[in-house]
């Protein structure tokens, strides 16, 4: 048992390091924390990150897992961790590529055709084109297979209809997947079909939409009469739940997902302000908590690096790593909620200027519970975890068996 | 990175738990729990046999010599079967203390007896309910004299030798006493888990030496406390994974309302965030035994976390077992309450939940 790098593995971080060190700035106190959703991501900083991402391309650090022949690498996992590990110790622009090269990409390289892969991939690579995923709708989030965005063909084209919600970057994207339904009298899961479709295409209609915490990171999208060629479609018709399984499967896949819990910052804190006249750090329910949340954030750490061991020795992390997410996303919030609380009636503050850490607690609390209803709800990952990792019944179901027409619906959120 | 346990390792982890099977089903934790016998002898003889309890003792002591990382898979293996022997006293603490501060002549008179079973040994600390610090100790050492309380001290009634800490000439200061001697007095103390003995210790002028520095006792004992910490996670560890296997498979084959228990989602659910909290207990209780095995500067910091998520975990697991058994789990017949009550014995035995956590925050 031991944290060290196999002696290739030491080698590989060296050589990532030694190109990371002659082409960016190791990242200091003060820098923006990650932008998980993209909130932030202005034209400007869209521009930054498709320069760096470039930069990486030309150097051979992007897409490192992909096929060398589509301009990839062709690393092992554990090395693109190692990569990961590196690149995040760097101040570098937001990542708002990861929609498109942690799941778009490997969809196309798993579904696409030969021409499909060469037209969009080198594109994606190089952070020129972003792409966008155009799966949730107004009645269907969780249960994905009940969307109603309808296709019907027309000669060499499709024609779609419908709307898409809760897309990630589409007002920066250039292109998007969609899986929309083909066949409204097969059954729900046999009636949809994938495609790609570009974001500028007429009929396109893009909305942003405002999160709680006023952060505008995603939109709704409306499509009236989008022409979408069938050059365009990924996989056979009817197929499209089967391709959207392999883009949800890299979703899980892009491991890592730390809390982003600092608990430097959360212990300056309760040495800042007071309880009773001493130092909120000597308070014991205090300590109690702190040392409730240093544990948990841990013991989502130290599970990780057992995915990454088994990573190293070639296995293949399963459902087990959706605890990373349902755990660390609940104790950052936790943990948020905690830090206002220190601050007595100045956690209802957010002036940066009169807020301890510049209100970067009050933030992460407005922020977090975005995280832990993307890319799977934490019930979704109980049952995740319950039917895939330990084996218990699934959930008993009013839509198997019928018509998707004939499924008892209510209407849509929103 | 290999965070993981060795193909060896986990192969001794496997014999122990092909042993522990065959020879210490629940059955006999029951027996041990509900007869008059303090503990098993014949798996305590079993336990000696296989090499266990002289697991980290080095050859010339008359030990096994492994390292920790191989101690870990045999208390993970002890836990799971909730073995009713004193082996955490003697091993994780008597033997840690005597291996970490033990003169060569105290090593010679003590371990090998520890490794084939002879001597029981065991860790005197608290004195009183609700102490959890090493400051208010008030058993004193004079003239190589020891006088006072110590309770309650696990397996004190069937220990051979304790560790004591006690106030000497310079302070806190550890000491070996025998217990069989005029000047202590041991009596049994009525368990909340009595697969598991405890007892009152008074001594009276009872003889005792010196163990390790004189006044070094409070770092001593905290070194102890977390090297203990560490190993009885594993046992936690093993306690959990199997309350935790044993309630799965019970809310698979219960039916209610025409399904089994086990397909309703507020169960699901549940299960869910118990594998969660268990898989968390089993890396952080790695973390310890890494550092453990390497004596590595982090290992204050990983005791506390490993001793905190397994302690929970167990908690939670061994509660939620009771629950989703309905009746029969309230009932005396079936082991649930074997768990419960032992999930209490092993989180308050190195000191409480509140107490390690507090440790924690200064060691961030
Ligand atoms: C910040 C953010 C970014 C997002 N980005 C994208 C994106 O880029 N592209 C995209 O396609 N989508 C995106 N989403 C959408 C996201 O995938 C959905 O919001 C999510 O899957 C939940 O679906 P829903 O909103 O329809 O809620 P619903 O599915 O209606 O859920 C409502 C409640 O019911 C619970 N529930 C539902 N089914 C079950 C069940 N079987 N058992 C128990 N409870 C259940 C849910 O957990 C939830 O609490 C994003 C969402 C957020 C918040």
Same mark, same amino acid.
């Given at each position: ?78 090395? /693109?961790?190692?990569? /990961?590990?590196?690149? $995040?110790?760097? /101040? ?46 107004? $009645? ?164 990780? /690096? ?40 100045? &956690? ?14 009050? &933030? ?26 330990? &084996? ?23 | ?16 738990r092909d042993y522990l099977t065959e020879q210490a089903p629940l059955s006999v934790c029951r027996e041990i729990l509900e007869g008059d016998q303090p503990f098993k002898k014949e798996l305590w003889a079993g336990a000696a046999e296989m090499g266990w309890l002289g697991t980290v003792i080095p050859e010339e002591y008359g030990g096994a010599g492994f390292g920790h990382l191989e101690l870990a898979m045999i208390a993970e293996e002890l836990g799971r079967s909730l073995a009713p022997i004193p082996f955490g006293s003697s091993v994780y603490c008597a033997s840690e203390a005597l291996i970490k501060a033990g003169t060569d002549e105290q090593k010679k008179k003590y371990l090998p007896q520890l490794a084939n079973g002879e001597r029981i040994g065991t860790f005197a600390l608290t004195e009183k309910p609700g102490q959890n610090d090493v400051e208010s100790i008030t058993a004193k050492v004079a003239g190589g004299q020891l006088s006072g ?105 219960? #039916? ?29 209780? #790695? #973390?310890?035994? +890494? ?40 009932? +005396? ?6 768990? #419960? ?14 107490? +390690? ?8």
């Amino acid at each position: 048992m031991d944290f060290n790098d196999t002696p290739e593995e030491a080698a590989f971080r060296a050589e990532a390091r030694s190109w990371l060190d002659a082409n960016a700035d190791l990242k200091k106190a003060g820098d923006a924390a990650a932008d998980v959703l993209g909130e932030r991501a202005t034209p400007e900083i869209v521009k930054q990150a498709q320069a760096w991402q470039k930069k990486k391309a030309d150097g051979g650090w992007a897409c490192l897992t992909w096929p060398k022949e589509y301009g990839g690498r062709g690393v092992t996992p554990i090395q /693109n961790v190692i990569w /990961n590990q590196e690149e $995040s110790r760097y /101040n570098t622009p937001p990542n708002i590529f990861g929609i498109g090269l942690g799941m778009c990409g490997p969809t196309i390289l798993t579904h696409g055709n030969e021409e499909q892969k060469k037209r969009w991939i080198p594109e994606m690579m190089t952070g020129q084109k972003i792409w966008c995923q155009l799966f949730s709708e107004p $009645s269907a989030g969780s249960d994905l297979a009940g969307l109603r965005s309808t296709a019907v063909r027309d000669g060499d084209d499709w024609i779609v209809n419908g709307q898409k919600i809760w897309t990630t970057g589409a007002h920066f994207c250039e292109w998007g997947i969609l899986v929309v339904r083909s066949d409204p009298n097969a059954a729900k899961h046999a009636g949809l079909t994938y495609f790609v479709v570009d974001m500028n295409s007429p009929g396109v209609e893009i909305r942003p939409i405002t999160q709680i915490n006023g952060g505008q990171g995603f939109n709704e999208v409306f499509f009236t009469d989008v022409r979408i060629p069938d050059s365009q479609r990924l996989d056979a018709v009817g197929n499209g739940w089967q391709v959207a399984l392999t883009t949800l499967m890299n979703e899980r896949a892009s491991i890592g997902g730390g809390s982003g819990a600092d608990f430097g910052e959360l212990i300056n804190l309760a040495k800042s302000v007071e309880i009773n006249g001493r130092p909120a750090l000597e308070d014991s329910a205090v300590r109690q908590q702190i040392a409730r949340f240093y544990t948990r954030s841990k013991g989502v750490a130290m599970t990780g /690096n057992r995915t990454l061991s088994a990573l190293s020795q070639g296995k293949t992390p399963g459902p087990e790593s959706s605890l990373g997410k349902l755990v660390g996303a609940k104790n950052a919030q936790d943990m948020a909620a905690f830090a206002m609380e220190l601050q007595g009636a100045a &956690g209802m503050t957010l002036d940066p200027n009169e807020t301890p850490a510049q209100g970067e607690w009050q &933030g992460r609390y407005l922020g977090i519970p975005g995280l832990r209803i993307a890319g799977g709800t934490d019930e979704i990952l109980r049952n995740i975890i319950s039917e895939r990792v330990l &084996g218990l019944p699934p959930e008993s179901r009013a839509d198997k068996g019928i018509a998707f027409k004939d499924i008892p619906t209510g209407p849509p959120s929103r | 990175m290999n965070f993981d346990f060795s193909d060896d390792q986990k192969l001794l982890q496997q014999t122990a738990r092909d042993y522990l099977t065959e020879q210490a089903p629940l059955s006999v934790c029951r027996e041990i729990l509900e007869g008059d016998q303090p503990f098993k002898k014949e798996l305590w003889a079993g336990a000696a046999e296989m090499g266990w309890l002289g697991t980290v003792i080095p050859e010339e002591y008359g030990g096994a010599g492994f390292g920790h990382l191989e101690l870990a898979m045999i208390a993970e293996e002890l836990g799971r079967s909730l073995a009713p022997i004193p082996f955490g006293s003697s091993v994780y603490c008597a033997s840690e203390a005597l291996i970490k501060a033990g003169t060569d002549e105290q090593k010679k008179k003590y371990l090998p007896q520890l490794a084939n079973g002879e001597r029981i040994g065991t860790f005197a600390l608290t004195e009183k309910p609700g102490q959890n610090d090493v400051e208010s100790i008030t058993a004193k050492v004079a003239g190589g004299q020891l006088s006072g309380t110590k309770m309650p001290v696990a397996d004190g009634d069937v220990a051979d030798f304790a560790v004591v800490a006690a106030v000497g000439d310079k302070g806190l200061s550890l000491y070996l006493v025998d217990l069989d001697q005029s000047g202590v007095r041991r009596t049994a103390l009525q368990a909340l888990d009595p697969s598991r003995s405890i007892a009152r210790l008074d001594f009276d002028n009872a003889e005792a030496t010196l163990l390790g520095e004189e006044g070094q006792g409070a770092a001593l004992a905290s070194n102890l406390l977390d090297r203990a910490a560490v190993l009885m996670a594993f046992e936690q560890l093993g306690a959990a994974q199997a309350c935790f296997e044993a309630t799965r498979e019970f809310t698979l084959g219960r #039916y209610a309302f025409g399904r089994p228990v086990a397909s309703f989602q507020a169960i699901k659910h549940r299960l869910a965030d118990m594998w969660c909290e268990l898989e968390m207990a089993r890396s952080n209780a #790695y #973390y310890g035994a +890494w550092a453990l095995s390497g004596e590595e500067p982090e290992l204050p910091m990983a005791a506390c976390i490993a001793r905190i998520q397994a302690t929970e975990a167990l908690d939670l697991i061994s509660l939620e077992m009771i629950q989703m058994h309905g009746g029969v789990g309230y009932t +005396w017949e079936y082991d649930c309450h074997l768990f #419960y009550r032992r999930a209490k014995a092993l989180g308050a035995a190195l000191g409480s939940l509140a107490a +390690w956590k507090d440790k924690l925050v200064d060691r961030i």
